[in-house]
């Protein structure tokens, strides 16, 4: 089974379109966050949300919106696409408290904005 | 081999020989780290995570050293194997008053050689 899956795991489209993620955790974890890879493997958190509540939410584009309909999913959309979103996004949960902090990551979705 | 993290991000060793991959992390209230793994078309997977209240802790042909008077952490694997070859990335927490945020290093290139 898999713990967090992410769809589609390819995304190529045009400048100005608007386009979603989705983020599904079949983990029972508290915490899920995004988190944007550029081309030189440079991982940087952009959300996470706790319990459906963005807890941090980092310097990112207003154009960039996460949506959790309930506590296993987090979708992020992005309005007005533009050639700097290109990227892949990872989507990943956690369950914070107990004597690890680790994260799972899902398997990565790639933008590519053309 | 051993890589000096920022400054080197591609190592390559030969099967059976230690690697020893270096991060330095930039904040000092920092107290807990994780290393991770990323294979190539996959997300980052959990390998061994340290509290800053210890030194060093080991898993299977992995060890974890901090030094915390420089802010300095590594990841040695043991006899490494071809199936070792990936991007590595340590991750160091910070404890916001929104929650436990993440930050991740540039990552390091491990090619091992057959």
């Known amino acids: 089974d898999t713990a967090v899956s992410q769809t589609p795991k390819y995304l190529v489209t045009q400048m100005g379109n608007d386009k979603s993620i989705k983020c599904e955790q079949n983990?029972?974890?508290?915490?899920m966050y995004w988190y944007k890879q550029d081309s030189k493997k440079f991982l940087k958190i952009m959300f996470s949300y706790n319990n459906k509540e963005l807890i941090i939410n980092e310097t990112v584009p207003n154009r960039f919106s996460p949506k959790s309909p309930d506590k296993a999913h987090l979708n992020l959309h992005i309005n007005s696409l533009e050639l700097g979103d290109s990227a892949v996004y990872f989507c990943?949960?956690?369950?914070?408290?107990?004597?690890?902090?680790?994260?799972?990551f899902g398997p990565g979705t790639r933008l590519t904005v053309t | 081999g051993e890589s000096v993290g920022l400054h080197l991000p591609t190592l390559s060793v030969q099967e059976g020989d230690n690697s020893i991959i270096n991060c330095a992390y930039s904040n000092s209230a920092s107290d807990y780290f994780i290393w991770y793994k990323q294979e190539s078309g996959k997300g980052p997977q959990f390998i061994i995570d340290i509290r800053s209240n210890m030194d060093k802790r080991q898993g299977q042909r992995v060890t974890v050293l901090l030094n915390k008077t420089v802010k300095h952490l590594s990841l040695q694997i043991a006899a490494t194997q071809p199936g070792d070859s990936a991007v590595y990335f340590c991750?160091?927490?910070?404890?916001?008053?929104?929650?436990?945020?993440?930050?991740f290093g540039t990552g390091t290139s491990l090619t091992v050689i057959p």
């Open positions: 983990l029972g974890h508290d915490t």
């Open positions: 991750a160091e927490m910070r404890r916001m008053n929104t929650g436990n945020q993440f930050y």
């Open positions: 990943a949960s956690s369950n914070p408290g107990g004597r690890s902090y680790e994260q799972y």
